[in-house]
Every structure is written in C-alpha cells, then in structure tokens.
Nanobody, 115 residues
Framework: QVQLVESGGGLVQAGGSLRLSCAAS????????MGWYRQAPGKQRELVAD???????NYADSVKGRFTISRDNTKNTVYLQMNSLKPEDTAVYYC?????????WGQGTQVTVSS
C-alpha cells in the first residue's frame, strides 16, 4: 500500500502562482512514476504532468511553459509549481503514484483561479 498526502491548493487570482506538494509513504518502489491529474466540474479527469523516478517529465499541452513538475526522491515527494494561472486551471488536483503495476491516488486538493 502507498499513501499520498497532498497540500498547497487554494484560491489565487489569474496570473498568480501556487505550488502543490504530494508526499508518498508506504511500500515505495525504486522505479515509479508520480504526477498530477485534475478534474474540473462536469469534465473528465485529465493528466496535468508526471515525472518518473529518473526524472523524465511529461506535460499536458495546456500547461507547458507555465507548470513545472519536480520531485525529491529522498522524501518521496513530488511538486507542481504552477505559474501564470488561468481561470481554466480551476479544478481539483489529484496526486498519483504508479509503481509495480499498481496505482494510488491522493484525496485531491482544490485549486481555484479567479478572473
């Protein structure tokens, strides 16, 4: 089992920044992938960004150049730095962990961007 604890969501004005954190604990495999999905009201959950344990990153086109994902393997923690936020970034952001063919999800953290 893997437990994920997210933090850092909140309310921000358009153009502002937020940083999300997600700490994993439990049965962590050396080779894994962590990242963030988001789900806005009435929409499907979509990938925002993810990063492998060796540092390879992947971003949704809608956030490229504005969001940066990083991780600290010593702390089993992944970060999402979100800059130049737009109202359309408003969603619940979910952290996920994938390792040894298993996936786990965080409880979600609300990000609201006001115009």
């Amino acid at each position: 089992q893997v437990q994920l604890v997210e933090s850092g969501g909140g309310l921000v004005q358009a153009g502002g920044s937020l940083r999300l954190s997600c700490a994993a604990s439990g049965s962590i495999f050396t080779h894994n992938k962590m990242g963030w999905y988001r789900q806005a009201p009435g929409k499907q959950r979509e990938l925002v960004a993810d990063i492998t344990s060796d540092g390879s990153t992947n971003y949704a086109d809608s956030v490229k150049g504005r969001f940066t994902i990083s991780r600290d393997n010593t702390k089993n923690t992944v970060y999402l730095q979100m800059n130049s936020l737009k109202p359309e970034d408003t969603a619940v952001y979910y952290c996920y962990y994938r390792g040894n063919y298993l996936s786990y999800w965080g409880q979600g953290t609300q990000v609201t961007v006001s115009s």
